[in-house]
């Protein structure tokens, strides 16, 4: 069997660290991460090769070159092979175009089975590509997934969150599955693994490398969102602080909670 | 297209550089910045630029459809066993807004079993016209069947604009079918509006660090998926009645169908935190785990739900279901009380949209304090208590 | 010389996976561990992890690195809770005598299994009246037909009561002296062969440190290490290695120290200004990082050197420096560090304290400050003649 895992590299700044002065982005954390939910993308089938025999496992990511990173970070969790997409001419895609680009990918790479992948990416946060390349590829999708079973080898049952519960899906491979986090807690990567991952190869492509691609898809052209403008909120309140003992401060408190009718 | 610097109006501060999240911008020999393929496009750094020495150069396309072939404001009804969510409810209210700006029609796309019934409630909500399809295999929601109807729908009739809850559901359907009819979708809409025509769609990105002003110019319809509570349900008018048309599609079950075996709902171990009106938060500043229980107990004395920081629920202390926060939920509660939780940006995405935030923290400089309505610097240990006395008498 | 002062890719990866785990299963429980003692089941995690053993062939379970890799796995671990490395460090340190001068039956029998975490070592020289003065240890290994008789005590041993096997040091034969000196293993449920209670220490709490005691323990011949009167030979080769162990153990706590300093000092603020505006703290936060780095580079040369030739004479030295350095440097980094963080710093609010106590065995523990500087002066002063 062969699973495609689809990372995607983001900067690290989207988890935590504002200026806490200015409340802007801190430069400080321009580093690159493998987007979280996509590492549970990861362990999940790398857990899917420990279970069935013959699993076949990539790691394929669309980003700039310094995605490379991130394709060797997730080889160290054992994953077999990994593949960047990468060329000016995809730069500026939206997810649409994110969506086709990886579909071509994924159609030269061949007799793909399963793609899994990360429910939404952390900077964008659309939760748009997964869909979008099933799509393409024309095959069953099933989003916010929290648990797969292999009935047989073509046939899965899974579990999708819904909000006030999930729902359990039987479906039939080819197919792509968006997981979210609960579907497992990643390892750390095993030294050994790791250390034999190092020595594997990226294989890079640009778009002259996939086969009929339509160039009008691809990129800016390809993405008929527009980002016409972009601002950085500036949160600004007048917070009052409450003084005193810790007895003064509860009944201050409770009469502000008074005043606005909370109890 | 691409980023350029206006050399006469750049003063060499570095903010662009100091904004980058990819560490695209370098300096060339006379100081101007210039991008690197590390570059995304993302535009931060034009919106940093205190000079406006910054500017996305983009080539005119052409636009290839005939735009004005497209009529008419769309809300895709999700329903689940014949309950409609909310947000459906927002989004009658929002289009109905964007409708007569654009001085066209407002209609509800209906798609289940036996589900005509529902549309009474559409219309008074402020639809013009619901269109439904009905069909016991398309009780439950299942993502081909769906696309298949809409896109059926979509290009017999042309609206110009579809709006989606940005449910779980919502955010299934909605990009298989901007995919399939090759337009642009805008996820997360925290806000809407109409431009010269189009639709302009206004949603967060890096985890609520920028808000981002987004059009699709060039492709019909224009969808997006809009967050619940973002918009106010609007007023309810029992005597309003509409069209309701009825559509047939031929359905022919595949494989790519999936089956839904089960639906599963939990019985609710604690309120959702997402309807909650008072949500009490527990954070790192608690310690250990058993002090959780201080949390609790203010929060029963309230009425309130608990919630969680994400990082006392990453070390086991309190269930996932309770983390607050970008990987966990996004509540507006009426009041927001923090409890040793320092405020790190994941954190506040969740929750600083709350009508009233106030937060109890031992350190001072906590950035949950930027977002707090009401501050209180001191050891919770013996302020929550104090609180929890006196609200008690 | 040829210096290339950067880590491989696969030493910033071994790293990247340990301080993974350290941030992660390890900072947590690091008050739980001081009350409660480790939790071995987090150490064979380590193993399972592929980062202990490393300098060991794969043969056995190893991973065929230099003694750096080990470097970088204790400094990652000892920035976090040095107790725990020093006690998951001991839990192979028997399999390095064994590869060192054991015979393949016992290199199946003992590092296979505990390469795979499924048994534990320990390392045992000191005794109640032989600290310092390792060679007037009183425990005999007598032998006596097929087998060796064992009498006397251990002390201060770390691991002891849940090590496995455990590599101790006696006389054979007295009249030989050093000469007489062997090395044997013991296991944990042989006759005689008992534990002391676990001793309560100022730092290094999580860790059992205990005794052992031999009452006529019969051990068959097959586990004497080498021959009757190698011992000496061999303890002489291993005491390096374990110095610059305890390097990386006192650098870890100086990292750790110092992060939490740096950090302090940027958030509190008092006469309305952050600590780190003033000259003070900044002038000791200079002397922190710079004697910090000054330490670490004694350590990596160290476990340069003995990648190339442990028995080299340069190494014989510089790790007695890299030891005693590294110490003082850990004790002069916690003690500023506290001393920044005021009442804080003091509290066990904050690691500092902790660190503090911690910090202060690195002088002690696996010789003596006092005895790493005598070790060294002898050896620059043309004298062989070590006084141990």
């Known amino acids: 069997m062969k699973i495609i895992v689809c990372i995607k590299q983001v900067p690290e700044s989207t988890e935590v660290k504002l200026d806490p002065k200015t409340y802007t982005l801190d430069r400080g954390s321009a580093k690159g991460i493998i987007n979280p939910f996509d590492v549970n993308a990861i362990e999940e089938a790398i857990r899917i090769t420990e279970k069935l025999e013959n699993v076949e496992t990539i790691a394929l990511s669309m980003g700039p070159p310094t995605a490379e990173d991130a394709l060797k970070e997730a080889l160290t969790y054992g994953l077999d092979a990994a593949y960047l997409l990468s060329d000016k001419a995809f ?18 790479i061949g007799n793909c089975d399963l793609i899994l992948c990360g429910k939404q990416a952390i900077d964008g946060d659309t939760a748009q590509v997964g869909p979008g390349l099933a799509e393409n590829l024309n095959i069953t999708s099933v989003t916010n997934v929290k648990k797969i079973d292999f009935l047989d080898e073509t046939t899965l049952r899974v579990e999708s969150e819904l909000e006030d519960g999930y729902k359990v899906i039987e479906l039939k491979l080819p197919a792509l599955i968006t997981v979210t986090k609960e579907i497992n807690i990643p390892r750390i990567p095993n030294f050994k693994t790791a250390r034999l991952a190092l020595k594997k190869q990226i294989i890079k492509w640009t778009a002259q490398d996939l086969d009929n691609v339509d160039v009008s898809r691809i990129g800016v052209d390809g993405s008929p969102t527009n980002v016409i403008k972009v601002e950085t909120p500036q949160i600004t309140k007048d917070t009052i602080f409450l003084k005193g003992t810790p007895s003064e401060v509860a009944i201050d408190l409770i009469e502000k909670l008074k005043e606005r009718h909370i109890i | 297209m691409s980023l350029k610097t206006i050399k006469e ?60 072939d497209y009529k008419g404001v769309w809300i895709f009804v999700e329903q689940n066993e014949k309950n409609i969510p909310k947000v459906v409810f927002e989004l009658l209210g929002a289009g109905k807004q964007l409708a007569l700006q654009l001085n066209v029609e407002l209609a509800a796309i209906l798609i289940g079993d036996a589900i005509k019934d529902l549309s009474a409630s559409l219309f008074q909500y402020g639809a013009d016209k619901v269109y439904f399809i009905e069909d016991e295999r398309l009780k439950d929601y299942r993502t081909i069947p769906y696309t298949d109807i809409l896109e059926y729908l979509v290009n017999k009739y042309k609206p110009e604009i579809i709006l989606f809850g940005a449910t779980k559901q919502g955010r299934d359907l909605a990009p298989r079918l901007a995919t399939r009819l ?45 967050r619940p509570k973002v918009f106010k349900i609007p007023e309810l008018d029992p005597t309003k009645e509409g069209h309701l048309i009825e559509e047939k599609f031929v359905l022919q079950e595949t494989d790519k169908w999936t089956k839904v075996i089960e639906i599963i709902r939990e019985a609710k171990k604690t309120a959702n935190l997402e309807d909650a009106q008072i949500i009490v938060s527990g954070g790192r500043g608690l310690g250990k785990p ?50 040793g939780i320092s405020g790190a940006i994941q954190h506040l995405i969740g929750m600083k949209s709350s009508d009233f935030i106030i937060a109890i923290n031992k350190d001072p400089e906590a950035p949950i304090f930027k977002v707090a309505d009401i501050g209180i610097v001191g050891d919770l240990f013996k302020i929550i208590p104090e609180i929890i006395k006196k609200l008690s008498n | 010389m040829n210096l290339d002062f950067s880590f491989t890719e696969e030493q910033q990866t071994l790293r990247k996976i340990v301080r993974e785990f350290a941030e992660k299963k390890l900072a947590p429980r690091v008050r739980e561990f001081e009350e409660n003692g480790i939790d071995y089941d987090l150490v064979r995690e380590l ?86 003065d390792t060679f007037s240890m009183q425990t005999t290994i007598i032998p006596d037909g097929d087998e060796f008789v064992v009498n006397g005590s251990k002390a201060w041993i770390t691991n002891a009561s849940v090590a496995d096997y455990y590599i101790i040091w006696g006389y054979t034969d007295k009249s030989k002296r050093t000469r007489g000196f062997t090395t044997a293993i013991l ?33 068959p011949a097959d586990n004497i290490i080498g021959s009757p009167g190698d011992g000496f030979m061999h303890l002489m080769t291993l005491l390096d290695a374990g110095r610059v162990a305890m390097a990386a ?85 916690a003690t500023d560090a506290l001393q920044m963080c005021g009442s804080m710093g003091y509290s066990k609010e904050m690691l500092l304290e902790k660190y503090f106590r911690d910090a202060k065995f690195m002088a002690i523990g696996e010789g003596t400050t006092q005895i790493q500087k005598l070790i060294l002066a002898s050896r620059l002063l043309g004298s062989k003649k070590v006084i141990l």
Not at chain 3, 69 to 86: K, N, Q
């Open chain 3, 187 to 219: 296991e944990k449920g042989m006759d005689g062969f008992t534990f002391g209670k676990k001793e309560e220490l100022c730092g290094f709490r999580a860790s059992f440190t205990g005794s052992l005691y031999f009452d006529n323990v019969r051990i």
């Open chain 2, 290 to 339: 058993e002090n959780f229980k201080l949390i609790e107990e203010f929060a029963n004395s309230l009425n309130a739900c608990v919630g969680a920081s994400r990082v006392v629920v990453d070390a086991g202390w309190i269930p996932h279901y309770h983390q607050v926060g970008q990987t966990g939920k996004t509540v507006q509660p009426k009041v927001y009380i923090a409890c």
């Open chain 2, 182 to 226: 090759k337009t642009g979708l805008t996820a997360d809409c925290t806000g809407l509006d109409i431009e010269e025509g189009n639709l302009v769609q206004t949603r967060p990105a890096y985890g609520g660090n920028i808000i981002a002003t987004i059009k699709t110019q060039r492709n019909r319809p224009q969808m997006a998926s809009v």
């Open chain 1, 91 to 108: 730069a500026g895609a939206d997810t649409l175009a994110t969506a086709y680009t990886l579909a071509k990918a994924v159609e030269k």
């Open chain 3, 47 to 132: 193993y399972k992890l592929g980062v202990m053993g490393l300098s060991l062939p794969s043969k056995y379970g190893g991973g065929d690195t230099g003694f750096f890799e080990s470097i970088i796995v204790m400094e990652e671990l000892a920035r976090i809770c040095p107790a725990f490395t020093m006690a998951a460090n001991d839990t192979w340190a028997g399999a390095v005598v064994v590869n060192a001068f054991g015979k393949v039956s016992q290199k199946k029998k003992y590092i296979i299994p505990n390469l795979k975490g499924e048994i534990f070592s320990s390392f045992a020289t000191t005794e109640a009246g032989a600290g310092s």
């Open chain 2, 9 to 68: 109006k750049c003063t060499g501060c570095g903010l662009c550089y100091e904004s980058c999240p990819n560490d695209a911008i370098d300096f060339d020999e006379n100081d101007l910045p210039f991008f690197n393929d590390k570059c995304t496009l993302c535009g931060i750094c034009i919106d940093q630029c205190p000079q406006g020495a910054l500017v996305l150069e983009k080539e005119a396309k052409s636009i290839t459809i005939d735009l004005s």
């Open chain 3, 249 to 333: 153990i006192a650098n870890g706590i100086s990292q750790a120290a110092m992060e939490t300093a740096i950090n302090y000092v940027q958030q509190r603020e008092q006469f309305g200004r952050p600590l780190a505006d003033f000259q003070s703290i900044r002038m000791t936060i200079a002397d922190m990082w710079t004697e910090l780095e000054a330490s670490k580079l004694l350590s990596y040369k160290c476990a340069y050197l003995a990648d190339k030739n442990p028995m080299d004479e340069e190494l014989i030295r510089l790790a007695s420096s890299a030891k005693y350095y590294a110490s003082d440097v850990a004790m002069k980094i």
